[in-house]
Nanobody, 125 residues
Framework: QVQLVESGGGLVQAGGSLRLSCAASGRTFSISTMGWFRQAPGKEREFVSAIRGSGGSTYYADSVKGRFTIARDNAKNTMSLQMNSLKPEDTAVYYC??????????????????WGQGTQVTVSS
């Protein structure tokens, strides 16, 4: 089993920055793909970014490309999401996810086995 805990959410003005962190514990050696998803009120959970495999290939949703940066520190069993130039439409609960496979379909939340509890990000205009 893997446990994931997110931190770093909060309230920020449009144009500002936040850094989210995800701390993994348990069978962390089994993790191959990690991702960030978000869910706004009344909307489905959507893909934000993912990092997978030993090479650490990274992927982003078009809506965040160029503004968000995902990173993983295997030694510390952590993953981060640096979010710059935030917009009101980035407001959502952000979730950390992980899976033991090198996911080809990393954009789909149903493919991840492990989830954190989420952290709220609110961007005011």
């Amino acid at each position: 089993q893997v446990q994931l805990v997110e931190s770093g959410g909060g309230l920020v003005q449009a144009g500002g920055s936040l850094r989210l962190s995800c701390a993994a514990s348990g069978r962390t050696f089994s993790i191959s793909t990690m991702g960030w998803f978000r869910q706004a009120p009344g909307k489905e959970r959507e893909f934000v970014s993912a990092i997978r495999g030993s090479g650490g290939s990274t992927y982003y949703a078009d809506s965040v490309k160029g503004r968000f940066t995902i990173a993983r520190d295997n030694a510390k069993n952590t993953m981060s999401l640096q979010m710059n130039s935030l917009k009101p439409e980035d407001t959502a609960v952000y979730y950390c996810a992980a899976d033991g496979r090198v996911l080809m379909m990393y954009r789909y939340p149903q493919n991840y086995d492990y989830w954190g509890q989420g952290t709220q990000v609110t961007v005011s205009s």
